[in-house]
């Protein structure tokens, strides 16, 4: 079991110092996908040689913040980029935010990604708690420009920034996330080749942004509408039935868990871990921890076979 914050880039940077890089990008279009959801698809000439794997693979996207330009940051590309990012004054330094490849065509070298725009007024105004990605995602045009920290090879298994790694003897699998999650949860899904037990539950902002999945057979997924409740009240339940009713869930095992308190909570299983079921958890933080919580001390559930992952904290940037 590994337990970190995500933001593991200075340790993968040391780790696997050639598995990524950077990459210039720019729109080519954009597509509202549900009041929650925008899909900005991204190419370039350097975007051909983006390596993807599909699943939950993470990147970066780098975004100029007043002062720093990202050529600043492109200047100072190199192993030790991540220091040299590091050095540069906090209040103006660029913004690096993680993000899902939802789908990417090498034919064309487009990268579709499919961004929560939270803070974001219906007329696509910011309010003044926007972040910085959201913002920019809201106001992206065709020709607009971006830096990404991706992977530089394509190829399959498990490589840099992807989690999802059932055992291959699992044939229970399980997910749970929020709209942050749901890019993830949709690239794994389309991914799968039939033959397991699944189960899905997305909490989503509301009934509009239930999206149209590629399903393979035999996937259920159960997409819950949060309305004025708050984030995590419908999810819980939902994900107790869902674990009972495919026999992941047994009797409690009183086992102790650590609080992660001021931690993003992420914990991943081992790759080669033996279990027949398999769970991928992911979505705002607290609502993570207590999920955690809830499965490992009063559901039975092993930790071995089930990830947790904090995509975002209620009141943290970044
Ligand atoms: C592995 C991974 C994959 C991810 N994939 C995606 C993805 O494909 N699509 C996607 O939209 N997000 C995804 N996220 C989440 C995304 O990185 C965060 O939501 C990020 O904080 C957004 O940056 P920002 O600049 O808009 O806001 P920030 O500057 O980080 O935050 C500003 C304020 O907004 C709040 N906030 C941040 N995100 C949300 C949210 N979703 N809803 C409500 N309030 C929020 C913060 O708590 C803070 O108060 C992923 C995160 C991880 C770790």
């Known amino acids: 079991m590994s337990t970190a914050t995500e933001t593991t880039v200075a340790e993968t940077a040391a780790a696997v110092p050639m598995s990524y890089r950077f990459f210039t990008a720019s729109v080519v279009r954009t ?47 190199g192993p030790d980029w991540y220091a040299r990012y590091c050095a540069m004054p906090e209040d103006s330094r660029p913004y690096l935010r993680t993000y899902t490849a939802r789908a990417f ?80 949860i949709a690239g794994i ?31 259920d997924v159960r997409w819950l509408a949060r309305g004025s409740r708050a984030r995590g009240e419908l999810m819980e339940p939902a994900v107790h039935k869902a674990l009972t009713e495919l026999g992941i869930a047994r009797p409690a095992s009183g086992a102790e868990v650590e609080d992660v308190e001021d931690e993003m909570v992420w914990e991943v299983p081992e790759a080669g871990a033996h279990t027949r079921c398999y769970a991928w958890l992911a979505g705002e933080a607290g609502v993570v921890k207590a999920l955690r919580r ?25």
């Open 294 to 318: 809830r499965l490992v001390r009063d559901l039975g559930v092993d930790r071995d076979s089930v990830a947790f992952m904090g995509y975002w904290k209620v009141g943290a940037r970044g």
């Open 31 to 77: 597509e509202r996908l549900s009041p929650s959801f925008l899909r900005i698809t991204l190419t370039g000439p350097d975007m051909a040689g983006f390596g993807f794997a599909g699943d939950d693979q993470r990147f970066k996207l780098i975004l100029a913040n007043g002062g720093a330009s990202v050529a600043d940051l492109l200047a100072s590309a």
């Open 189 to 219: 899904i389309e991914n799968l080749t039939g033959g397991q037990r699944v189960v899905a539950v997305l909490e989503v902002p509301g009934a509009a942004d239930f999206l149209s999945l590629r399903l393979p057979p035999g996937v």
């Open 105 to 184: 065509r090498p034919e064309v070298a487009e990268l579709d990604v499919d961004v929560v725009l939270h803070g974001i007024a219906e007329d696509g105004t910011p309010d003044p708690h926007a972040g910085p990605a959201a913002t920019w995602a809201a106001t992206a045009v065709p020709g607009s420009e971006v830096v990404l920290l991706g992977p530089d090879r394509p190829g399959t298994g498990r490589m840099w920034g992807v989690e999802w790694a059932p055992p291959v003897e699992a044939d229970t699998l399980f997910l749970a996330g929020d709209e942050t999650a749901v890019p993830a």
